[in-house]
């Protein structure tokens, strides 16, 4: 007998979704409200892992997402001159790849899609503006002015997490000082995996994301005072950091910069919560619990694994407070390690941007092998 019938998730992004289909496949009861009245998920591409599509598996989506992105092996990692110096990433895991390169929309689509099969109930436009706990239950007031009570709510809203102020308090995600540019492309000709080119300004990945398209992220430095970039200075901009590649892919690409619209400017933040990531009959997953960097691509695959994680103790577990003990048992470390970790790869490559020597002992490969056999391990 599953510790509780319904459970409120606030935020539709890949947690709350991955969520909401972990807990129909459970049985339970579950229902979104997501802020925005109309999914608006930005094109670009993201990495699945190994790990991350063993997560997805769980969730029966990882078919889809395998057909409608595309499978490959590990990273070529090069020089700014496309010297490879050594490949990167997982070893596969069963039948999934080392990576998954996808277009968010087509992931966030297969994630939908799937709930709305499953039951879960949306309710677009909304959120809470009120949390209220007793011992047994949780009543919730939204800002359609209704409200109502749950067993669990499960803060899914992101970085920013409404949730998270009204019930934990306040944390402000932190400007790390790097920033991501995306833009999507068709495949060049020829590239048969993900590339990655270390440069002294920035690192671009170019990433497949089908069999015609592709997307690149250039990962840069522009000021500790996190500066607005106008939107006539995106494109040149973005093009001015692939000059130092003297690249064919890189190259090809670099004239296809043309629509300030298409490009995809980032700052990055992150924002970790202690533990523990509940409190009473609320919890934190995904994002609102633990943002990180890209540099280890998979703060989307930790959110995924979370919800697995969730739906299956609460599933199992005779309370709630059972469930989420378990949860935080099965999450935390495994979190904090990829967190700590991204952060350190991306202090690291900010100092090489700066043209400062890496302190002693600094091992980027080392550490990235080390978070990939983390990750490898079983959830
Ligand atoms: C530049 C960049 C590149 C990345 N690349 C990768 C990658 O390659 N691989 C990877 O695994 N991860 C990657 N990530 C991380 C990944 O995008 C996030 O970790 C992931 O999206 C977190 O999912 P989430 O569901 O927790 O939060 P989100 O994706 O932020 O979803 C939150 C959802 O909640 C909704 N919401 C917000 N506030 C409210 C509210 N008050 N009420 C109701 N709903 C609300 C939002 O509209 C949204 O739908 C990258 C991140 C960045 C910044």
Known sequence: ??????????????????????????????????????????????????????????????????QKGSPYGQISMCTATGHEFTKAGPPPIGKFPSHLGISRRTLHDILYGEAQKLGVVFRMGTTVVGIKQTLDAVEVHFTDASKASYEVVVAADGIYSKVRDLVFGKFEPQYVNASVWRYTFPRPKGMETGYMYMGRRAKIGLIPTTRDSIYMFVVTMEG?????????????????????????????????????????????????????????????????AHATVPQLGSGAALAIEDAVVLAEELSKARTVEEAFRKHMDRRYERCKLIVDASEKLVEWEKMEFSGKSLPEGANIGALMGKSMMILQQPI
């Open 1 to 66: 007998m599953a510790a509780v019938k319904k459970v409120l998730i606030v935020g539709g992004g890949i947690g709350g979704l991955s969520l909401g289909i972990g807990l129909r496949k459970k049985g339970i009861e579950a229902e979104i409200v997501e802020i925005q009245q109309e999914y608006k998920v930005y094109g670009s591409g993201i990495i699945q892992q190994a790990n991350a599509l063993r997560a997805l598996n769980e969730l029966g989506v990882a078919d889809q997402a395998m």
């Open 224 to 288: 500790d005072d996190n500066p607005h970039i106008p939107k006539e200075d995106l494109v040149p901009r973005l093009r001015s950091y692939l000059d130092e590649f003297r690249v064919p892919f890189v190259q090809e690409v670099q004239p296809q910069i043309t629509d300030a619209d298409e490009v995809n400017y980032r700052p990055l933040e992150v924002m970790t919560v202690p533990a523990p990531w509940y409190k009473n009959r609320v919890i934190m997953i995904g994002d609102a």
